[in-house]
């Protein structure tokens, strides 16, 4: 069973960057989607973004389409998240995760319900 696990995460202000990792103890190509959530205190687990089993697809939250990218290096069995322009509405725990379910099936509901394995999290904040 392949278990994840990011770092990355800190503290920076408004306008800043930071790029999370995610390193999987398995070979994740080409068989999991890899995928990114976040979660604020008091809010849900919410859905930032998605790339393919192959790399060849990405999928992102509106929220933060145009200032994240997430990428994957299958050699090194790790994937990534570029944060660009941070906002103070980007605090939030970050969890990194792996799924066993179809492109098609993981982007038309972005439930972290499809995402069978999960990283510890790492916190971002963003300070104004």
């Known amino acids: 069973q392949v278990q994840l696990s990011e770092s990355g995460g800190g503290l920076v202000q408004a306008g800043d960057s930071l790029r999370l990792s995610c390193a999987a103890s398995?070979?994740?190509?080409?068989?999991?989607?890899l995928g990114w959530f976040r979660q604020a205190p008091g809010k849900e687990r919410e859905f930032v973004a998605a790339?393919?089993?192959?790399?060849?697809?990405?999928a992102y939250a509106d929220s933060v389409k145009g200032r994240f990218t997430i990428s994957r290096d299958s050699a090194k069995n790790t994937h990534y998240l570029q944060m660009n322009s941070l906002k103070p509405e980007d605090t939030a725990v970050y969890y990194c995760?792996?799924?066993?379910?179809?492109?098609?099936?993981?982007?038309?509901?972005?439930?972290?319900?499809?995402?069978?394995?999960w990283g510890q999290g790492t916190q971002v904040t963003v300070s104004s």
């Open positions: 398995v070979r994740t190509f080409p068989t999991y989607v």
């Open positions: 790339i393919s089993g192959s790399g060849d697809k990405t």
């Open positions: 995760a792996a799924a066993l379910r179809s492109w098609y099936t993981v982007t038309s509901r972005s439930s972290p319900a499809d995402f069978g394995t």
